[in-house]
């Protein structure tokens, strides 16, 4: 059975930075890219980017709003995807999900529980 | 960015009645529309993906078809386990972009 988890979330200040984390079990955690996308309360969700398989070297690609503060990481050993986000303002507040790219469809086919991050003094 | 339209924002329908939501793409995207269904607290459950093409585990009265740019979920006997918040993705090109949404109601 596909699994994700994300941890990691909580309140953060303004300016201030936090990791969210995504376990992943029950595929081949190399075959497959891995997206974030978040999700303010009461809006549609938005994408903020993804890290490319094993085949295709790992790298990343990023929606511009948040392209320079997030960094989208995996540890491939571990079955982990990481999304690095700093310098954090109060519109960064949402559920943030982790998902996996089908390799047929090629749109996130599994998405995990959420993890909400809530920005604010 | 790619703009996804979504109409209406919000529907309500009575059981067994035929459902449709409707994106527009702002240009052409070809085939790379997928629908997503989100119950509340929930995360989004693939429905159809390539426009067309039904996601494994969803039930056949979920359709989705293509004119153009403009792309359209039906639902062809609403069922209460229908109910929830739909939405559209656009996966042609970066920033893939979501529509804001149809609420689904029952009447």
């Known amino acids: 059975e596909v699994k994700l988890l994300e941890s990691g979330g909580g309140l953060v200040q303004p300016g201030g930075s936090m990791r969210l984390s995504c376990a992943a079990s029950g595929f081949t955690f190399t075959d497959f890219y891995m997206y974030w996308i978040r999700q303010p309360a009461g809006k549609a969700p938005e994408w903020l980017g993804f890290?490319?398989?094993?085949?295709?070297?790992?790298?990343?690609e990023y929606n511009p709003s948040v392209k320079g503060r997030f960094t989208i990481s995996r540890d491939n050993t571990q079955n982990m995807l990481y999304l690095q986000m700093n310098t954090l303002r109060a519109e960064d507040t949402a559920t943030y999900y982790c998902?996996?790219?089908?390799?047929?469809?090629?749109?996130?086919?599994?998405w995990g529980q959420g993890a909400s991050v809530t920005v604010s003094s | 960015d790619i703009q996804m339209t979504q109409s209406p924002a919000s529907l309500s329908a009575s059981l067994d009645e035929i459902v449709t939501i409707t994106c527009q793409a702002s240009?052409?995207?070809?085939?790379?529309l997928a629908w997503y269904q989100q119950k509340p607290g929930k995360s989004p459950q693939l429905l159809i993906y390539?426009?067309?093409s039904l996601a494994d585990g969803v039930p056949s009265r979920f359709s989705g078809s293509r004119s153009g740019t403009q792309y359209s979920l039906k639902i062809s006997k609403l069922q209460v386990e229908d109910t929830g918040i739909y939405y559209c993705l656009q996966h042609y090109s970066a920033p893939y972009t979501f529509g804001a949404g149809t609420k689904l109601e029952l009447k």
């Open positions: 390539g426009a067309t």
């Open positions: 240009l052409d995207i070809g085939n790379w």
């Open positions: 998902a996996r790219r089908s390799p047929t469809s090629y749109v996130m086919d599994a």
């Open positions: 890290i490319r398989n094993k085949a295709n070297g790992y790298t990343t």
